[in-house]
């Protein structure tokens, strides 16, 4: 069969689309090969350049806020009131009588409070006096009684839930938490709270918002010596400070 000098005019031509074609799949492809990157890098800014290993410490804020993304809480260990005045307390709030006394447990340290009917009166300076600090917190539940009150620590401020227990004693939760965010790859929020309360946070899971949805799931609560990787990064959270203002991210 004899082919005409159209047809291979028509040959050549359509050679030459299917030619034109796969050069410019090529360079598409290559485009997005070098244009395309982790699924991480894509959410956020570029990948911040850091040496191949090291430790940085992060800040973690005070937020008088409870239960941040969704954490739930319990509650502290109940402790007793008595009547019996301590031979510490030398000041008591004039015309408030029937006062029942205790000892706050919080981050190690105890700090005398006693319960009248104007609310809590807590000695967070530790002088014997009930009568210089803030004070005193008056009934905000409906039960016995409840109230949101700040303890001035010696590592920073820690508002709680405080209130007399049904099952006898008092105790309460937390009303704060710490927050920063993580310092490499991309801004991913971070948050601390004293979910078994007694006012250390180093003995609590670090929780990095990987999806960014607010609330906390599988793989995001980090533990103290614990590994984890972002990306094609290694990651270990080395420690948490006890009061909760700081934590140190070591990478490798």
């Not at 050549?12 to 689309?17: E, R, S, V």
């Not at 299917?18 to 090529?26: D, E, K, Q, Y």
């Not at 239960?67 to 007793?80: C, E, I, N």
């Not at 710490?178 to 899971?205: C, I």
Request: aromatic share 12%; net charge negative.
């Amino acid at each position: 069969m004899k082919i005409g000098t159209r047809e291979v005019v028509l040959l050549f031509g359509a050679l030459a689309i299917l030619f034109a074609m796969f050069v410019s799949g090529i360079f598409l492809f290559l485009r997005f090969v070098k244009t395309a990157g982790p699924a991480i890098a894509e959410r956020g800014p570029a990948p911040a350049s850091a040496p191949a290993a090291g430790t940085q410490v992060v800040s973690l804020a005070y937020v008088a806020e409870g239960f941040p993304m969704g954490l739930s809480a319990g509650q502290a260990d109940r402790f007793s009131l008595a009547a019996a005045r301590p031979a510490e307390i030398r000041v008591i709030p004039e015309g408030d009588s029937d006062l029942q006394y205790g000892e706050l447990p919080l981050g190690g340290a105890f700090y005398p409070i006693a319960l009248g009917r104007a609310g809590l009166y807590l000695d967070a300076n530790h002088n014997g006096d009930l009568t210089d600090d803030r004070g005193p917190y008056a009934n905000e539940g409906s039960g016995v009684f409840a109230t949101t009150a700040e303890v001035p620590t010696a590592s920073g401020p820690y508002s709680m839930w405080f209130f007399l227990s049904n099952m006898g004693g008092a105790t309460y939760y937390a009303k704060c938490h710490r927050a920063g965010t993580f310092p490499f790859l991309r801004e991913y929020k971070m948050v601390l709270y004293d979910a078994q309360p007694n006012g250390r946070y180093d003995d609590e899971p670090l929780v990095i918002d990987w999806n960014d949805n607010g609330s906390v799931e599988e793989g995001e609560s980090i533990r103290v010596g614990q590994d984890f990787r972002v990306g094609d990064r290694a990651f270990r959270l080395a420690s948490i400070d006890p009061a909760g203002a700081s934590g140190t991210i070591a990478y490798f």
